[in-house]
């Protein structure tokens, strides 16, 4: 634009000169001023040259940055450039021709999600393992399903089996009945024949006798067992009317001294002692009654020695 315009003054200066070695090494160099000369040693493969210390410090940044950037929520893509930046930088450190890949695609969205707080845990991971977890328990949940089926049917087996067991036991004691019930009547119609004595010591010869009178045996220990049962319910019935019949002899030994003669025959004849001590003694009498209680030779006003009778005893 300079040199078309009408009214410049610019004035072209010539070209410097350069050779195309010369710009090479400049760049490999990192030297835009041609540091490096042809033949010459590169600055920047020594270690310990400020490049490659700059270069390494900004490696070890940057890998601290992507662990930093893996433990925060929605920081995995941000971590992939972080390491992409440090592979850069390790290469243009150790190599004057350096190589490097592409960028990874990486944004911020979601980066801290969750107030900015930093929950430690990737939400990726989260799914992998809520994902392998729901696998497991479906995994169980068909296990246990399949377990149960087994149960189910061994259930039934064990329940057949059993059934079975009882039809055979029902038949095999109906057998025993109907054997019992035929030997029975072949020793009577031995003994009706005349050789009952016989038919016996042929009987417990075989070892039949127990299995003859089995029934009977039962049915004795059964009777003796009922016997038992009844007499100790009799001492039971026995046990409780003594014991209410002392404590009806204590009730009237209680009454006796306060009811008089008139009382205690009142109580005779059926009368509750609620009813007799309402019509009992008078007052004079009541205090003649405790006169005697205290001194043996005093008795009744007007001289008559009355003496109160033993109450009579009654049932409840």
Do not use: H
Not at 76 to 97: F, H, I, M, Q, V
Request: glycine letters at 12%.
């Amino acid at each position: 634009d300079a040199v078309r315009g009408p009214r410049s003054k610019f004035k072209v200066q010539p070209a410097p000169g350069w050779q195309v070695s010369d710009l090479a090494a400049a760049l490999r160099g990192g030297s835009v001023a041609g540091s490096a000369k042809p033949g010459g040693k590169d600055p920047g493969a020594d270690g310990n040259s400020p490049r490659s210390q700059c270069l390494g410090a900004v490696a070890a940044e940057l890998t601290k940055l992507g662990r930093g950037l893996k433990g925060v929520a929605g920081g995995g893509k941000a971590a992939a450039l972080a390491e992409w930046a440090r592979d850069c930088a390790n290469a243009a450190k150790s190599s004057p021709d350096p190589r490097w890949r592409s960028a990874p695609a990486w944004d911020l969205n979601g980066l801290g999600a969750g107030g900015g707080e930093d929950t430690g845990a990737d939400p990726n991971l989260e799914a992998v393992w809520q994902a392998r977890l729901d696998r497991l328990r479906g995994e169980y949940e068909a296990r246990i399903q399949e377990l149960l089926r087994q149960l189910e049917a061994e259930k039934e087996k064990t329940a057949d089996a059993l059934r079975r067991l009882a039809e055979e036991m029902k038949r095999a004691e109906d057998m025993i009945n109907s054997l019992r019930r035929k030997l029975q009547e072949m020793q009577e119609l031995m003994k009706k024949a005349g050789l009952g004595k016989e038919c016996d010591d042929a009987i417990w010869g075989a070892g039949l006798a127990e299995f003859l009178n089995g029934r009977d045996v039962f049915e004795r220990l059964y009777r003796d067992a009922l016997s038992r049962m009844r007499r100790l319910a009799e001492v039971q019935l026995k046990t409780m009317q003594e014991s209410n019949a002392d404590f009806v002899r204590c009730m009237n030994d209680l009454y006796a001294p306060l009811v008089g003669q008139a009382g205690a025959e009142d109580v005779a004849r059926g009368a509750r002692p609620s009813s007799v001590l309402f019509r009992g003694p008078t007052l004079a009498d009541q205090r003649a009654i405790t006169a005697c209680l205290r001194r043996a030779d005093l008795g009744y006003p007007g001289g008559a020695q009355r003496s109160v009778s033993p109450a009579p005893s009654f049932s409840v």
